[in-house]
């Protein structure tokens, strides 16, 4: 089998210990087939009734953790997991598949759709056609954004990410969609410069990866229309796109009416 990356997976049958590296596909997995999670990572909270070893964060895993839990698969992500910890468990002998960043929402389940129906042999399940029929088509722009992801240094979705998906799905255009960055590190006076120039009249806030609330973000942006927004459903690619779909139109057609 042949990971998002190109690289070669062997495994000789569905595989029955699985660890996760990446809190998305954790879910997925847990959702779609039970029981084969053997370790995921601090960040894995959904299920949240996971009860499996935990082996440090997606960026740091303990890579010696993950090897003395004997998983015939390891799940990472090109963005989110160091190319030196995969290098380490493949020299190990253990099968790594790594998804790569995806850019939208159909590169996203079309590579979970892959990595279910050819890794673990199990049919597509019925989440995923449902979050693709639910996302198959963007909307018109209703409003035009700037989404932070974090603060201290303010870096914001940029080009190609799945997140400014979701939102242009929604109907919602990210004002940095053109930069040359995935996600630019502008200072705060650009920033704030984007909303008097009229080149942005609404600001997005999740709440992951920095955990913006309505006392940390808003204050930053004088006068500024805001939503806060669940970054699982920003930013999560799984069965947390069912409910995104409805919970994000929600939230963002009340913040712009």
């Known amino acids: 089998m042949i990971d998002d990356l190109g690289a070669d997976v062997p495994l000789t049958a569905p595989p029955r210990r699985v660890v996760s590296l990446v809190p998305a596909l954790t879910e997925a997995v847990a959702t779609t087939v039970p029981g084969v999670l053997a370790g995921a990572t601090d960040y894995c909270t959904h299920p949240p009734d996971l009860g499996v070893?935990?082996?440090?964060?997606?960026?740091?895993?303990?890579?010696?953790?993950?090897?003395?839990?004997r998983p015939d698969l390891v799940l990472a992500n090109s963005e989110e997991n160091r190319p030196g910890d995969v290098a380490r468990l493949r020299e190990a002998g253990v099968p790594v598949w790594v998804m790569a960043a995806p850019g939208t929402v159909p590169q996203a389940l079309g590579s979970l759709r892959a990595l279910l129906t050819s890794a673990f042999g199990v049919p597509a399940p019925d989440w995923l056609a449902e979050a693709e029929r639910r996302w198959a088509r963007p909307r018109p722009v209703r409003a035009r954004a700037l989404v932070p992801v974090w603060r201290k240094p303010w870096i914001v979705l940029g080009r190609d990410t799945f997140g400014g998906d979701v939102l242009h799905r929604l109907g919602v255009a990210t004002v940095y969609s053109a930069h040359a960055e995935r996600y630019p590190r502008p200072k705060i006076g650009e920033l704030r410069a984007r909303f008097a120039e009229g080149a942005a009249d609404l600001l997005v806030l999740p709440d992951e990866p920095y955990e913006f609330t309505a006392d940390d973000g808003p204050e930053a942006f004088p006068g500024v229309p805001y939503v806060l927004v669940s970054g699982r459903y920003l930013t999560w690619y799984g069965p947390s796109l069912v409910d995104a779909h409805r919970e994000l139109d929600a939230a963002i057609t009340a913040a712009v009416r």
């Open 53 to 69: 070893p935990r082996v440090g964060g997606s960026k740091y895993p303990k890579v010696d953790a993950v090897l003395d839990l």
